[in-house]
């Protein structure tokens, strides 16, 4: 899957957004590679 974040041209999303929307983007990458290490050393 994939985040995407698409704001009204010309806008700009506020900093507390961006830092949520980085900060799931990380905490999910993160699940997912424990997942990809689990499965390859089972």
Same mark, same amino acid.
């Given at each position: 899957?994939r985040f995407m974040?698409q704001?009204t041209p010309?806008a700009?999303?506020p900093?507390? %957004?961006?830092? +949520?929307a #980085?900060?799931? %983007?990380?905490? +999910?990458? #993160?699940?997912l590679?424990?997942s990809r290490? #689990?499965?390859?050393?089972?």
């Amino acid at each position: 899957g994939r985040f995407m974040m698409q704001p009204t041209p010309g806008a700009v999303p506020p900093l507390q %957004a961006r830092l +949520v929307a #980085a900060t799931l %983007a990380d905490q +999910v990458g #993160a699940a997912l590679d424990t997942s990809r290490t #689990a499965r390859e050393n089972s």
